[in-house]
Structures are given as structure tokens and as C-alpha cells.
């Protein structure tokens, strides 16, 4: 089996505080609010313990639809500064095993905090379905571009609190 490695930085400006933006992402059961369904992710399960914390563990894709779901967990929680999860993904088609890493930066500045997204997929398949890779990686690629826009449009339709 080959293995490869594939990352990169996404960034968005969003005009809400680390602390809100933080207690978005880390309510899992609740992404619902504000990251319709896709083609690769429809909810997030089966989260526990919950309140979400470094260890939750959680069901997400499409649970309940064999081989469209995955088991995660948090690996860092350091409000309202970072958040971690890892996860492994099985993509039958390619016989392509995915770990998933993903951290979130939230850095204030001045009325706006720039949320950082690092993705980091360690991929292993066999040499021959090689090809396929740049496919699975831009299904990765357009999900996370969804999510960090769908979260900006959540956080800055909210009523801001007063000062």
C-alpha cells in the first residue's frame, strides 16, 4: 500500500469573537444550525461525553448510511483558542483508508478573528488507484471551502452582543 500525505491552511475573516466562533465548532450535535448537508457530510451523532471536550468521541458523515460514516474524536480543546479532531475515513471505491487531522486557530483581530483551518489527510492506497487521489483530496478540498463559508454566514447573521 502507498502512502502519501496531503495538507493545506484555509482562512477566513469572520466579525465574531474566538469565544462564539469556538462554541460554534465545538457543538457537534448541533452543526445542523449551520452547515447544511452535503454529498460527504449530512450530521454529526452520537457525541460523547458531551459537553464536547478533548476525548469526545463522535459518529459523523452520514451515520446511518453504511460506509458514508466515521468515527472521530477531539484531540485538542483549548477554548477559545484551538480545536482538534482526527478521524479515519475507508473509501471502498479506492481501497483508500484517509486520517483525517483537523485543527482550528482563532486569532482576534481588532472586530474580526481570522479562523484558521489546517486539514491534514494521510492517505494509504494501493499504488495502482494512485490517480484517484487528487479526486478524493478535491472532494476534501470543496468540503472544507463549505464549511468555513457556512460558518462565517452563521456567526455574522447573529445578533452581536452589547458592549
Not at 479526486?135 to 468555513?148: G, K, M, S, Y
Request: net charge neutral.
Amino acid at each position: 500500500m502507498a502512502r502519501s500525505q496531503w495538507h493545506k491552511f484555509y482562512a477566513v475573516d469572520v466579525a465574531a469573537p474566538p469565544a462564539v466562533l469556538f462554541s460554534v465548532l465545538a457543538d457537534l450535535p448541533n452543526y445542523g444550525q449551520w452547515l447544511p448537508g452535503s454529498d460527504d457530510f449530512g450530521h454529526t451523532t452520537d457525541v460523547e461525553p458531551y459537553p464536547v471536550r478533548c476525548g469526545s468521541r463522535y459518529h459523523d458523515g452520514k451515520p446511518g448510511v453504511a460506509g458514508k460514516d466515521w468515527w472521530g474524536s477531539v484531540t485538542g480543546f483549548q477554548p477559545p483558542g484551538s480545536l482538534d479532531f482526527h478521524h479515519t475515513i475507508s473509501v471502498p471505491r479506492a481501497r483508500a483508508t484517509i486520517d483525517v487531522h483537523i485543527h482550528y486557530s482563532l486569532e482576534a483581530r481588532d472586530e474580526i478573528t481570522r479562523v484558521t483551518r489546517w486539514l491534514v489527510l494521510d492517505i494509504t492506497m494501493p499504488a495502482p488507484a494512485r490517480p484517484l487521489r487528487p479526486l478524493i483530496t478535491a472532494r476534501f478540498d470543496q468540503e472544507n471551502l463549505r464549511t468555513l463559508a457556512a460558518l462565517k454566514a452563521y456567526a455574522q447573521a447573529q445578533p452581536s452582543e452589547p458592549g
